[in-house]
């Protein structure tokens, strides 16, 4: 069992920065894929980044690339989103997750369903 908790999130105008952090219970935080999601009003969820147990293997939603940066710390039990250069239309509500499952490809961890436990989320908000 793994809980999540989203921390971070907030108002920021266009151009700026935030830093998300997703705190993990547990002791087997370093077994787990963990990706970040948001969800806009009115829109599915999305995934927006996701990173391999060791934080070696990472991807990006194209939209965000070179603008976000998404990490880890196994020994923190700790997922981080670096935002940078934020846009409107990054306004959404953040929320980490873990996956316990492994597949060959990195495909089925683009898909919401595929994640076992899911933080509560973190609001972000970008002004033009």
């Known amino acids: 069992q793994v809980q999540l908790v989203e921390s971070g999130g907030g108002l920021a105008q266009a151009g700026g920065s935030l830093r998300l952090s997703c705190a993990a219970s547990?002791?087997?935080?370093?077994?787990?894929?963990m990706g970040w999601f948001r969800q806009a009003p009115g829109k599915e969820r999305e995934f927006v980044a996701i990173?391999?147990?060791?934080?070696?293997?990472?991807y990006y939603l194209d939209s965000v690339k070179g603008r976000f940066t998404i990490s880890r710390d196994n020994a923190k039990n700790t997922m981080y989103l670096q935002m940078n250069s934020l846009k409107p239309e990054d306004t959404a509500v953040y929320y980490c997750a873990a996956s316990g499952r492994t597949y060959a490809s990195v495909s089925p961890y683009y898909r919401a369903q595929e994640y076992d436990y899911w933080g509560h989320g973190t609001q972000v908000t970008v002004s033009s």
């Open positions: 990173i391999g147990w060791n934080g070696g293997t990472k």
């Open positions: 547990g002791r087997t935080f370093s077994t787990y894929v």
